[in-house]
């Protein structure tokens, strides 16, 4: 399999081990000709995620490393009488919807005979890593920053990696995980060509679920921009396979105290530049320095969408309505509701739409922090 760097298009072997390009930019994954998904292509025997195992190829596909994960609910709402349909990813084995991603990252690492990684994550994708490496049997270092959620934290220790914990910014945990990477494999799910093709398979769930169409419009959390890529792979093939007539318009969504995509996007920048970050209670999507973000901003101008910002209270109060009607998510995920709520009202959407948002990681993993804002929720 070959890998094909992002920018300046140089093409390396996936046996090289490289995690990024000479020019520094991330790579991406070149499937070399495999056909795009299509309904005839679903393997309507295989659990999950793996119904679309023909758009994730692997060597020896019989050993991948998988829990079942994927197939989520995907549940019909009205929210101020806009049609809204919640996928409920927080259901995947290890409580997000990382799972997807760190299904098929890691069968690539199998593949390649990788014995021991590096990873470093807010918290989700550590413990979607250390769970998949347990599996496989594959030695894993977590890097988290130090304000991560104890029950992630936990998580991950839990499952038999090792965890580091890093004080200072999100930042400093990458730059930290990079240098101890000088003698590991360094498999970050963000520098992974890999990682948003085991995402996009929430994407063709949505499709199939809808009985084979695409929604108008999609409402994703977005701090590195996984699920946006995934997304816009998703829908991409379903439109160069004749299955669906028009992408849906893809929305960004970011917390207003770490907002690099939505700056740029509002200033019509190819790249997002330096941010100013404040701490968030969207810790998920807490990203100023986005790997993928030139990508991320040109999937979602080319869908017709926008990137949209939320303050800390918006998300909040999206987390009360979410939970109110028995939804318990973490509250990096509840900026869906912010912006379905925005969104309604406004009309961003048309009144006909029908927009379908995802529900990324559970509650149960930051219920101490849930109880704190209980008792002080954010200001505006
Ligand atoms: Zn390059």
Not at 101 to 108: D, H, I, T
Not at 348 to 361: H, I, P, S, Y
Request: hydrophobic share 40%.
């Amino acid at each position: 399999m070959m890998l094909q760097c992002s920018l300046c298009g140089a093409a390396v072997r996936e046996d090289s081990l490289l995690w990024r390009c000479g020019c520094g930019a991330p790579f991406k994954a070149d499937f070399g000709g495999i056909p795009p998904m299509n309904r005839k292509r679903i393997r309507s025997g295989e659990q999950g995620m793996w119904r679309y195992g023909a758009s994730l190829p692997l060597e020896r596909p019989e050993e991948k490393v998988s829990f079942g994960e994927g197939w989520t609910p995907l549940v019909r709402e009205e929210w101020n009488g806009m049609k809204l349909f919640l996928k409920l990813d927080f259901a995947c084995p290890t409580g997000s919807y990382k799972d997807r991603g760190m299904a098929y990252l890691v069968s690539r690492l199998r593949d390649q005979g990788i014995h021991e990684v590096i990873e470093d994550s807010s918290g989700n994708a550590g413990a979607s890593m250390a769970a998949y490496c347990a599996r496989a049997g594959i030695r894993c270092r977590v890097f988290v920053p130090s304000y991560t959620s104890e029950g992630k934290c936990v998580q991950v220790a839990s499952y038999g990696a090792e965890l580091e914990r890093v004080p200072g910014t999100r930042e400093d945990t990458t730059r930290a995980a990079e240098k101890a990477a000088e003698t590991a494999f360094y498999a970050s799910h963000n520098w992974s060509p890999w990682f948003a093709h085991g995402i996009k398979t929430f994407a063709f769930e949505l499709w199939e679920q809808l009985g084979f169409t695409a929604p108008d419009a999609v409402l994703l959390p977005a701090g590195q921009g996984s699920l946006v890529l995934g997304c816009a792979l998703a829908f991409e093939e379903l439109l160069s396979s004749g299955e669906i007539e028009t992408l849906p318009k893809i929305f960004a969504l970011q917390p207003k105290n770490c907002a690099p995509l939505e700056e740029a996007f509002r200033e019509g920048k190819p790249i997002p530049g330096k941010v100013r970050k404040t701490e968030t209670i969207a810790e998920g999507i807490s990203s100023a320095e986005p790997v993928r973000g030139r990508e991320v901003l040109e999937a979602v101008r080319k869908s017709g969408g926008a990137v949209l910002s939320f303050s800390d209270r918006e998300i909040w109060d999206g987390f009360v309505k979410l939970a109110r009607r028995g939804y318990f998510v973490e509250p990096t995920s509840a900026i869906v509701a912010a912006a379905a709520e925005r969104l309604s009202r406004d009309g961003g959407v048309g009144r006909r739409d029908t927009v379908a948002a995802v529900l990324t990681g559970s509650g149960l993993k930051g219920s101490g922090k849930i109880l704190s804002l209980f008792a002080s929720p954010p200001e505006d």
